[in-house]
């Protein structure tokens, strides 16, 4: 099946510091990518839609200018946080849409 | 708006049948998708149903009822490797975005 990778596995960081998290489709173009964030027990969150060539489209809540996402290939799509509060520690999930969705590994993210 | 209600916890014996319930109501419909999903890890697809009936895979089979908004997910011959949380999802249409109920955390006991 498809493969979607995702990159770091996990990061820690001092607040007010940015991290950057790619997620790349290794054997089929990905227009469309979406972006999950997960808290402990909880479900995948939607935060945003990234397509290519254009801006990504966030959900209700997201803020875009904290949460940058770039997809500028068919295949590479990017997440960064900027200026990371401890409140954004959380498990961040990629997948690219095809048929069925494919999902990266994930980042867990721990801001200190 | 779009809605998935599945049941929070489980708890099946090993060797044991379960099935996983799931309700929606989404402005569209274009496929409903199970993932299992272990502690700390990305969930793993399962099935995906579009059109109405049981697909069987293995120990896992998924049934939709799209007139009802309804889906299972049957676990046969429990494993204690089983044990993780079931996601149920909805695509509205297309490749737009899916939507996820809040997981059932299933716990297979000896």
Not at chain 1, 10 to 26: A, F, Q
Not at chain 1, 33 to 39: D, K, S, T
Not at chain 1, 63 to 92: G, M, Q, R
Not at chain 2, 4 to 27: F, H, K, R, W
Request: charged share 15%.
């Amino acid at each position: 099946g498809a493969v979607v990778s995702q990159h770091p596995s996990w990061v820690i960081c001092k607040s007010g510091t940015s991290v950057k998290i790619e997620c790349r489709s290794l054997d089929f173009q990905a227009t469309t990518m979406f972006w999950y964030r997960q808290f402990p027990k909880q479900s995948l969150m939607l935060m945003a839609t990234s397509n290519e060539g254009s801006k990504a489209t966030y959900e209700q809540g997201v803020e875009k200018d904290k949460f940058l996402i770039n997809h500028a290939s068919l295949t590479l799509s990017t997440l960064t946080v900027t200026s990371a509060h401890p409140e954004d520690s959380s498990f961040y999930i990629c997948s690219a849409a095809a048929e069925k969705l494919f999902f990266g590994s994930g980042t867990q993210l721990s801001v200190l | 708006g779009q809605n998935i209600d599945q049941p929070t916890e489980m708890t099946a014996t090993e060797g044991a049948i379960v099935q996983i319930n799931c309700t929606y109501q989404t402005s569209g419909f274009n496929g409903l998708f199970w993932y299992q999903q272990h502690a700390g890890e990305a969930p793993t697809f399962l099935s995906y149903n579009v059109l109405d009936g049981l697909e069987e895979k293995g120990r896992f089979s998924s049934f939709l009822s799209r007139s009802k908004g309804y889906s299972y997910l049957l676990l046969k011959e429990l494993q204690m490797k089983d044990s993780a949380s079931y996601l149920c999802a909805v695509r509205p249409g297309g490749y737009q975005k899916v939507t996820f109920g809040t997981g059932t955390k299933l716990q297979v006991i000896p």
